[in-house]
């Protein structure tokens, strides 16, 4: 059973989930995080990036592994989720570049990415905090509905309800990439804690889902309910069809 943690908002969610972050950097200076892209986990990078300028923590030996990339965007993109983690989590935080990862999304090789990231994440001994947003379809990572609960790295379709709600991000609707290469859910419940956060009424259904629904590949987030550690930090909005 997951531990649910409502919040009263964002700010007062991003602040536990850096201080989570920070005790296990303190315990394990080269701790493994797995870092989600999106909207939700924005105020968790800005809280750990004060904490550790702040307390002048030592976070030159952390790694981490993004959850998912889209595949196709032209190198450098500014919504690649390579510079989004750059952005918003390396520079800010002031991590090594060369020890964060992020899938490859070039078409040159995309088709044995998957299996490269899965050994890398493999080499670093495996992820000890995984950061988890989730979807309005139920996904996480970008393992829409129907995704294997065993999945592996991969590249997958995005669905239009992802797309649309991620054009926001982009010039023109048409602009998101139709594929993306993410996480597996097998992946990601090979992390040994998950930290999954959502924000808002428009997220209440797939909280739902994810904690109380069956367990099932039609609802990916469900899948958490596979794994012995699972933290679900939410705002009352977002709680609200528990
Ligand atoms: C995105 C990401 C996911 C993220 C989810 C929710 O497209 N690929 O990792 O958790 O969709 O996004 P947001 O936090 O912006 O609502």
């Known amino acids: 059973m997951a531990e649910v943690i409502i919040v009263p908002g964002e700010e007062d969610g991003g602040r536990l989930v850096a201080d989570a972050v920070v005790d296990l950097v303190r315990a394990r200076p080269d701790a493994v995080l797995g870092l ?89 001994g495996g992820i000890d905090l995984q950061i988890l947003g989730i979807g309005r379809t139920g996904h996480i990572g970008f393992n829409e509905p129907g995704s294997s609960l065993a999945s592996a790295t991969r590249v997958k379709t995005l669905t239009e309800q992802t797309r649309a709600d991620n054009a926001r991000f982009f010039d023109s609707p048409d602009d998101v990439p139709m594929h993306c290469i993410t996480q597996g859910i097998g992946t990601i419940l090979r992390a040994r804690h998950l930290v999954l ?46």
Request: glycine share 10%; hydrophobic share 45%; charged share 25%.
């Open 36 to 124: 989600a892209t999106g909207s939700t986990p924005l105020a968790v990078y800005r809280h750990l990036a004060a904490r550790v300028r702040d307390e002048a923590l030592d976070v030159s030996q952390v790694r981490g592994f993004a959850l998912d990339e889209y595949v196709g965007l032209p190198a450098g993109h500014p919504e690649s989720y390579r510079k989004v983690i750059e952005r918003e989590v390396i520079e800010p935080v002031g991590l090594d570049p060369e020890r964060i990862a992020v899938p490859a999304g070039g078409l040159d090789g995309v088709e044995t990415a998957g299996e490269r990231y899965e050994a890398a994440i493999r080499e670093a």
């Open 197 to 242: 956060l959502a924000f808002g009424a428009a997220k209440a259904d797939a909280v739902a889902a994810a904690v109380e629904g069956p367990v099932s590949t039609s609802a990916p987030g469900s899948a958490v309910q596979l794994h012995p550690h699972v933290t679900v930090v939410v705002d009352e909005a977002a709680a609200g069809a528990l």
